[in-house]
């Protein structure tokens, strides 16, 4: 039973296949492709790939880009399942005012990270950050609610809306520094720290709220540029999002099977 595991963000696809539908599945396979070339995936990166037993995904991306992927996933005969924000799933419990809006790559890598915690013991609150094309920030308590997050604009967005709306300021290549003497350094730190300081304020926040200092796991495509630079201990993970799709897809192959 085969899963082909799906993360369409904003910039880039990745995806995964996994040989079993159940948390630490050995990969079969896996790869990203920007948005702009994944009208060539099925002739591609995944032509010589077995037909997955499921497919389930996430995305973020607007309908134009989900139909493109659908597009190419018509490969195989097997109908591809996205995952939308619900009240609770997997163990976690949607604390937003209205669950269905909450970004489902935020839910996901939300679940992955809850249970990450749960296989080595660690019964804590939780603060879940991913650093991509915008920044989230979310806060898990510890029996498994989502209390809440932030967002805000990643590295990129902050330099191009400094670039577009100052005069003589462009996307700069410089470096992070505590006390920057170029213009350069001075928009890559003050991006930088922004963030950090952003992330600093939910582990306070969560600490405080949940009377235990919480654990602070790191991912997306930028989470190794910023974790160097975070002012509070950091765990930087790669694979939430495709941890939090496998633990979604064992529980739902579960409950089919009972049914």
Not at 13 to 29: D, H, I, R
Not at 30 to 56: C, R, T, Y
Not at 195 to 221: K, S
């Amino acid at each position: 039973m085969t899963l082909l595991a799906l993360d369409v963000g904003n910039t880039r696809l990745k995806w995964a296949l996994y040989e079993s539908m159940e948390p630490q599945a050995v990969v079969l396979g896996q790869g990203a492709v920007f948005l702009e070339n994944i009208d060539k995936l099925a002739e591609v990166e995944w032509s010589e790939l077995p037909a997955p037993s499921h497919i389930l995904g996430c995305i973020v991306a607007g309908d134009a880009i989900k139909r493109r992927v659908v597009e190419q996933l018509e490969l195989w005969d097997v109908m591809p399942q996205w995952v939308i924000s619900s009240p609770r799933e997997a163990g976690l419990t949607n604390g937003y005012d209205h669950p269905a809006r909450l970004g489902a790559d935020r839910w996901v890598a939300m679940i992955g990270a809850r249970h990450r915690l749960l296989r080595r013991g660690a019964c804590a609150p939780c603060v879940v950050v991913m650093v991509g094309t915008a920044v989230t920030v979310e806060a898990i308590d510890a029996t498994g609610r989502f209390l809440g997050g932030i967002i805000l604009p990643g590295h990129g967005i902050m330099l191009r809306a400094l670039e577009s709306g100052t005069a003589g300021l462009h996307v700069p290549t410089g470096d992070v520094c505590d006390f920057p003497t170029n213009t350069s350094d001075a928009l890559t730190s003050g991006g930088t720290f922004a963030i950090a300081g952003a992330v600093q304020r939910m582990v306070d926040n969560t600490a405080r709220h949940c009377a235990q200092a919480p654990v602070c796991l790191m991912t997306g495509g930028a989470g190794w540029k910023m974790a160097p630079s975070m002012s509070v201990d950091v765990e930087l993970v790669e694979s939430l999002i495709f941890d939090g799709l496998l633990e979604i897809a064992a529980q739902r192959f579960a409950v089919a099977l009972s049914a």
